[in-house]
């Protein structure tokens, strides 16, 4: 493969899955990392690239490395204690909800615990169970049971905002 | 509020933590820039009155030479 191919088949793949892998970074940590992670996913893109390898399913690949950098960066955090506490990330929502119900959707996401707002993420990129499993390291119906209670506890936090925005 | 279509809600909910544009390409930029080979050197303020005392006196000697 020369050259102008490889760049093609980087720009492929990055216009393919940066934004999705910018937006699990950005639920996880906040925008600022997100920039910063995603870059270095991208960057290892890069180099399989050069080197020839590639994978027969980028997609599986990209979010199998997003997933052990993530894991990775939250040990690092652990053990410095440097980084703000995840629960206190913070969202990049300056994206102007256009009504109430988009605003209250946001903030019942924004107010989950990460673990849940993070496999839902991975649910809502169109990834199996399975491929969730494979990712976290767990058994897909681990991972069913885990979704089950994520999206039962959205619910729970989308009908308490929906409430708190009703009219008195 | 609809709360039947769970899945639709939660696209929306991370739909706010894509990226823009400019972050789009801002970080495409970074990474060609790393690998591109082409280095970018921070010079000092008075780095043209460096120069110019360096291009004089390869001046003076081309002129010697002559």
Known sequence: MNAQKKNEAFDAVYDALFPDVYAYFNVCFGAQEAEDLAQEIFLRVWRAIQDGKTPDNWRAWVFRCAVNLKNDFLRRAYASRETQPLDEAQQDLSAAPDDMTRLAVQRAFAALPKDCADLLTLKSFGFKSEEIGTMLGVTASAVRTRLQKAKGLFSEYLEREAKTDEPA | ?66
């Open chain 2, 1 to 66: 509020m609809n709360l039947h279509d769970t899945d639709t809600l939660i696209k929306t909910a991370v739909d706010a933590y894509h990226p823009s544009a400019r972050i789009f390409e801002r970080v495409r930029a970074r990474i060609r820039r790393e690998h591109s080979g082409v280095k970018v050197l921070f010079v000092s303020a008075d780095s043209a009155k460096i120069l110019e005392k360096v291009f004089k006196k390869y001046d003076a000697w081309m002129q010697k030479i002559a």
